[in-house]
């Protein structure tokens, strides 16, 4: 790969493919053997969709994030910085902005509908109460943690993207005011990038790197999403503004990324050789140490903090006939219908998932402001924050001897999720340099198809949720195996939002905002390969969302 424009040809593909991945990826998502969130947990799910789910988390938004780095450099280079702040504002602001408005409705609602028909819902949530919550009490503009019922969703990458820009080239900007010889620092910079990234042993450095900055996340699936709430995280941003300026300083180098192509083929096996292993400790580790995946590990109650689990048992059955006034609260909000029977079934040797079960239940009232009538830990936060830790610290008191503290207290704890942390950044490593070699060496030249599907991957990722989500609640009890449902789901949503963007996106006002000009319309797809004989047309490959 010899030249700039070549090597721009092969990170459309890049991108394309790292953004429709997360169609699949959200696809598998109500597959998958173990509470994560979905909408609705489908019949016929199993651990391949788990693993799968697992895996193309490890990297697909670490890749974006370094191609957007890529061509962002490109973009400041060509147009200054005016051009490169209207352009941005234009192509993932307004996005974000029109997106969010529009799609969290829709996106909640399906969640809504999910949780009614599968029982997941307590009580069933009339859609119109929902949507009079959200625009007539405008729960959907406060964070959860107060209360509220705001989510960034899917868009989530869109405002850390922005995020990452302003503080960037903010950083930028002032190097290159403060520092006197800034073209020997880019010099620098260029010969440890290449030293880094030029060997194939460069992923051992950098999944030790990336461990160390895993290690104090949530949870063991990798990356936190922070999808609810605006308040930047700063281990995400770290992470995912590092992948950025990898990219950025790539831009500056075309022989570094030469010298990718070919190395595909021992580096994507070998990440999936490790992401079996690694998908392996992570299902163990979950159910371990995580009760449920959509919550944080404390003042959550988890299945490793019941350190006596007869004990606990006994007093928790106790509570039906004696014991203190505050354990009869407890029996009492639990769910006479289901959970109840659970309880008194229970025996000593139950499994660890009856025993994660039993922790999803004590959860829920760990949630519930009014559990109890006092206990104040003088905790600071938001009110429900201070609820819920309150409530936590009561239950340690009534379950004294048998429930412990904050997980991480536990002695295996941060030994285990450092190596593991470790392990989970040597797989992202692979596969992104995997990627990035395969569509180098695959894709090196122009392509109309390759060229058509990174300009309608945008649109594509921005709209497929609520559509996704909704096939999933449609299938989610068919008789069918669970291969057939996910590849409808896959392939239906696939293919309704391509025809959306050729239809409604491609020639019209939305395909000047995506993709930065409005293509001529053709009655069929295929006939793109004629647009490009047209004078007047030209591709613009400055700046990639």
């Known amino acids: 790969m010899g030249s700039p424009s070549q090597r721009d040809h092969a990170l459309d593909a890049t991108r394309a493919f790292a953004l429709l991945l997360g169609v699949a990826f959200h696809a598998a998502w109500s597959f998958v053997p173990y509470p994560a969130g979905a909408p609705v947990m489908n019949i016929g799910g199993g651990q391949e969709y788990g693993w799968f789910f697992f895996t193309s988390h490890t990297f697909r938004m670490q890749l974006f994030f370094l191609i957007a780095g890529f061509f962002a450099r490109l973009l400041y280079h060509r147009r200054g910085l005016a051009g490169f702040a209207k352009n941005r504002l234009t192509r993932i602001a307004i996005p974000l902005l029109i997106g969010w408005i529009v799609l969290y409705p829709l996106t909640i609602m399906w969640w809504i509908v999910g949780g009614n028909t599968s029982g997941r819902n307590l009580t069933v949530i009339p859609l119109r109460i929902f949507f009079m919550q959200i625009y007539g009490y405008g729960l959907a503009f406060v964070e959860r943690k107060n209360g509220g019922m705001f989510s960034l969703t899917h868009l989530w990458f869109l405002y850390y993207l922005l995020l990452i820009y302003i503080l960037f080239i903010g950083a930028y900007l002032v190097i290159k005011r403060v520092v006197p010889n800034g073209v020997g620092l880019s010099e620098r910079a260029d010969r440890m990038m290449a030293r880094c990234i030029s060997s194939p042993w460069s992923v051992l450095p950098l999944s030790l790197a990336t461990g160390v900055s895993l290690w104090p996340m949530d949870g063991w699936f990798g990356v936190d999403t922070p999808l609810n709430t605006i308040r930047p995280s700063i281990p995400v941003l770290i992470m995912y503004g590092t992948f950025f300026v990898i990219g950025w300083l790539l831009n500056r180098q075309p022989r570094v990324v030469a010298s990718f192509p070919h190395r595909w083929k021992w580096q994507i096996p070998l990440g999936l050789a490790i992401s079996v292993a690694l998908y392996s400790g992570y299902q163990r580790l979950y159910w371990i140490s995580v009760a449920s995946s959509t919550l944080t590990s404390y003042p959550m109650l988890t299945a490793s903090q019941i350190s006596d689990w007869p004990r606990f048992q006994t007093t928790l059955k106790s509570a039906e006939s004696d014991g203190p006034a505050e354990l009869k609260q407890v029996w009492a909000a639990i769910s006479p219908t289901t959970s109840r029977d659970v309880i008194r079934g229970m025996s000593n040797d139950a499994s660890l998932e009856v025993r994660t079960g039993v922790c999803e239940t004590m959860n829920q009232l760990i949630a519930q402001p009014r559990l ?44 285990v999720k450092l190596v593991y942390s470790i392990a989970y950044g040597m797989v992202m490593w692979l596969f992104v340099f995997g990627t990035l070699s395969f569509f180098q060496d695959r894709c090196p030249a122009h392509s109309p198809t390759w060229r058509y599907v990174a300009d309608s991957s945008y649109w594509i990722y921005l709209a497929h949720l609520p559509l996704v989500a909704a096939l999933q609640v449609w299938v989610a009890t068919w008789p069918a195996p669970g291969v057939v449902k996910f590849t409808f789901v896959s392939l239906a949503a696939s293919t309704l939002l391509l025809a959306s963007y050729h239809y409604l996106v491609r020639s019209t006002l939305i395909g000047l905002v995506l993709n930065g000009q409005r293509y001529p319309f053709v009655a069929w797809p295929f006939g793109i390969r004629h647009t490009h004989s047209n004078p007047s047309w030209r591709p613009n490959r400055s700046s990639p969302p």
Do not use: K
């Not at 006092?374 to 009534?398: F, H, K, W, Y």
């Open 372 to 415: 109890f009538s006092g206990g104040d830990v003088g905790a600071g936060g938001s009110p429900i924050a201070r609820t819920r830790l309150e409530n936590r610290r009561i239950l340690e008191r009534l379950f004294a001897g048998s429930l412990a503290h904050d997980p991480r207290e536990i002695s295996w704890f941060w030994p």
